[in-house]
C-alpha cells in the first residue's frame, strides 16, 4: 500500500456533454467535481477517468494502481465493455475498494458483484432527502449529525434489490413519503464495497459538505487492509502435497495435472 | 403454492455419456439418481431437466412451475446459454429456491448470484470426508447426526471465493488436511440459495442415504415462502401518486412518463 | 412439532389495569387483543400468559408446548425474572420462535439476545407512520402492499442499537422526519427472532388489519423448523472417542471425566 | 484516536498462579507473554490488567484510554463483576475492539455480546491443528501463509453456538477428527469483536510466530474507526424538535420531559 489512498473517479461523462441542465451544474463533468471533493482530503491521491477513454480510463495499470474506485454512470451502462467489467470485478475480489454512486445502482459491476437486481422506485420531483445514520460510530458516519438534509434530490424507494448489506450506515426519509437504505456496506472477497444514494446530475449534490463528507470517509473505509492474490484462481493440491500422508483410492476424472473444468 | 414442493433436478448429463467410470456409478445419469432420492420424500414432486432439451429443459414455463431447482454441471458450464441463465436469475430472486451441487460451484448461475470467484482449492484422491453440522437445530441439518461421512470424495478446501453465507450448516473435514464450508445458504431476493458440497461423479455419493436426507431437508428449507413479482422492475412513482402530497421542484432529465436508464 | 403452531402471547399487562386512556383501548388487556388478531389463522392455536401469573406464565411446561412466543412490555421490563429470561432464551436457542413487539426493544430478552444497547429515539406525539415493505417475497411480508399507514403511532428513529438483521423486512417512514428498521430478522442459535416496531399502548395498533397480518405471518416464520437439543451443553469428547484415532499428548489441565470450566 | 493502538491485554491469572504445568509455560503470566507479542509491533502500545486487581483492572479511566481490549480467562469466569461487564459492554458498544482468545468464549462479555450459548465440543489431547485461512485477503489473515499449523492443541468441535459471524476469518482442521470456525468476526455497536481459537494454556501457544501475528492484525482490525457517544442512551425528540413540523395528537403516555421506561 502507498502512503496516500490512490482513488481513481470514474465518470459516465454523457449527460454532462449532452444536457444544458446538467452542464450548468457540472461544466467540468461529474467526475471532476467528485474528485475535487475528495482530493481535499490530504490523505487521498485523486485522478479521473471516463467511458469516453480507451478501456474506459481502466486499463489493469490504472486498476493495479487504484486503492478505491468510485463510479458514477446512468445512461450508459450498457456502453461500458464486458472485458473492463471482469477487470474491475477482479480487482474488487483481490482487494480494492469500491464506492457505487446513486444511478451506478444499475451499473455492470454493481449487478456483477450483487448478484441481484438491484432495481429499487423513482420519482424525479425535487423534494427533500433527509440521510439518518444508523451507525453514529461507523468510520463512513465519522464527522456527521444525527443526519442530514439534501434540499433537492431525486426519490429512491424500497424494495432495492439488493442482498442484505454487511451493514446499513444511512437511511433515507423523503418528502413524499418514501424511505430508503442509502448507505449499504458489503465485502466481496477482499475488496470492500459501498453504495450511496445521492448524486441526481440535475442538482448539485456533489458540493454539498456532507455527501464529500461521506465520500471521503467511505474512500478510507474501504481503502484494501490485505490482497487475495490471483482470486479467480482454482488451484490443483496434488495428492503427494497434501497436509496429511494420504494414498489416491479410486477412480478419478481428471488426469495428473489436468486444469479443473470451468 | 401447490400442495406439493415441485422440484426440478438440472443435470449436465455429459460425463455419464462420455466417461465409462462416471455411466458405471450412475447409468441413468446423475440427474435421474438425484431425482429419485428427492422423490422418495411424499411432500416432493419431482421432474428432471437436462443441457440437452431445448432450452436446457427450462424453458419459462418449466420454470413457473419450479419451486425448487437443484443444479448439478461440471465440465460444461460454458454451454450453458446466458439467456437461460437470466431466466432462472429471476426466477430465484421472484421466490424460487436453489440448491447447487459439488462443481456447479462454477455454474454460470452460482457466480451470478454470488457475485465472487466462487474457487477452491480441490484434489482428486478419493479421500474420506467427514462433514460436520455447525447448527443442529436448522432446518437443513434435521434428522442427521453430530458427523457424517462419505469414504471417498474429492476434496475442495477454502479459501472458497463466496459472500459471507447467511449461515453455514455443514463444515467439512477432509483425511489430506483441508477444511471446507460445505452446506451454505444464502437469500437472493425472495428466494433462497444452497450451495452443498459433496457429489463427485466418479463416486456414488447421490446413493448416500445421509447426502439424500440434506437434499430433502435443503428442498424443503429453500421452497418459497412468497413471491416478488416483476423483481427486476424498476418503477416510476409520478409526483401526483407520491404518498405525501408534494409540488415538482427544480430541473428534470427525464420527460413524464419515460422510464428509467438501464 | 404439532398440526398447529402453538403460541404464547405474553403481555405485561400493566398500564391495561393503571391507566384510563390504556385500559379504554385495550379493556381485556393488550395481550388479550393480540391473541385473538392471531387466533384468527387456522393454523395457529394461541394461549395467554402475564406478568403477574407464577413465574410470569412462562413455566417449562408451557415454554416446551410453546412454538413460538410474542412479547409485549414497556414499564415493568425490571420485575422479569432472570431465571424466567434465562429459561427464554435457552428455548430460543433450542429452537422456539420469539416476536418482539415495540416496547419490547428494552426487554431482557431481547437485549439479552441482541447482545447491544437496544436503544432508539422516540416521541410520542400520535403521528403518521408508513411502513415500507423491503422484501416483497419474504414470508413475513405475504399479502401486504407495498406500504401500510398507521394514522397515528409513537416515533421510534434511528439509530437502533442492533446488531446487523439477517433482513430486514420493513422501514418506517414517520410524519416528523425520522426513519427507524421496523422489522427485523436474526436467527440465535435453533430460534428466529423477530422485531416488530408498531404498538404503542395509547393507540389501537393491534387492531389494524395489517399490523395483524404481520404477527400472523411472523408467526409462522418464526416456528421451528427444527431443534437444538440441549443447546447449553459443552461435552468433553474423549480421546478413546475421537473420529480420527490419535493418542493424546502433552499436559492436561483437566483431569479424565472432569466438567469443562464455566 | 492517538498515534498507536492502545491495548489493554487481561488475563485471569489464576492456572499460571495454582497449576505448575501451567506456570512453566508461562512463567510470568499468560497475559505477560500475550503483551509482549503485541508489543513487537511499534504501532501498538501495550498494558496489563488481571482479575485481581481492583475493578479487575479495568476502571473507566483504563477503559476509556483502551482502543483495543483482549480477554484470555478459563477457570474464573464467575468472578468477573457484572458491573465491570457492563462497563465493557458499554465500550465495545461505543467503539472499542475486543479480541477474545480460546476458553474466553465462556466469559460473560462475549456471552454478553453473543446473545447466545458459545458452547463447543472440546478434547485435551495435545493433538495437531491446521488453521486454514478462508479470506487471505483479510486484514487479520495479513502475511499467514494459506494455513498455519500448531503442533499441540486443545480441540474445539462444531457446533460452536454463536451468532453467524460477519466473516469467518479461520477454520480449524484437527487431528482427531473435528472442525472449528476459529476465527470469527462481529459488529457490535461501533466496536468490532474477533473470536480467536487457540491458547490453551497447557501448551506454549502463544509463544508461536502464526498465533503472535493474528493477534497483532487482529488489533489493529479491531482498532476503533469511529465513536458511538453515550451508546446506551434512548433520547426523547419533543415535538417541537421534530424535524418536519407536526402537532400532537390523541393521548400520551408519558409527561412532557418525561424519561422512557427500561
Redesign the interface.
Known sequence: MSDKIRVTVWGENV?EQK?E??RKVYPEGMHACIAKGLAEDQELKVRTATLQEPEHGLTKAVLDETDVLTWWG??A??QVEDAVVDRI?ERV???MGLIVLH?GH?SKIFK??????C?????????RE?L????????I??GLG??F?LP?TE?Y?????I??????VL?????????F?SGCC??????QVFYFRPG????PIYYDQNVKLVLKNAVK?AR??????E?????????EQ???K?????????KPGQQ???
Not at 456483477?112 to 437486481?117: E, I, K
Not at 458489503?186 to 475488496?191: D, F, Q, T
Request: hydrophobic content about 35%; charged content about 25%.
Open positions: 449527460h444536457n441542465t446538467v446512468h445512461t451502462h450498457k470485478q475480489l483481490g482487494g444511478s444499475f456483477r458483484l450483487m448478484g441481484t437486481s432495481a429499487l422506485k423513482w420519482r424525479e420531483a425535487g423534494e433527509r439518518w445514520v444508523c451507525n453514529p460510530g461507523h468510520a458516519a465519522r444525527e443526519c438534509e433537492q426519490m424507494g424500497e424494495p432495492f434489490g442482498p442484505n448489506p454487511d451493514e446499513v437511511v433515507s426519509w423523503f418528502e413524499g413519503g418514501e424511505v437504505r458489503w465485502r466481496r472477497g477482499a475488496g441526481h446530475e440535475t442538482y473505509w484494501p487492509e490485505g490482497a487475495w492474490a482470486p479467480l484462481k482454482a488451484p490443483n493440491v496434488p495428492t497434501a497436509r496429511e494420504i494414498v489416491a483410492k479410486g477412480p478419478s476424472l481428471h479443473g473444468f470451468r
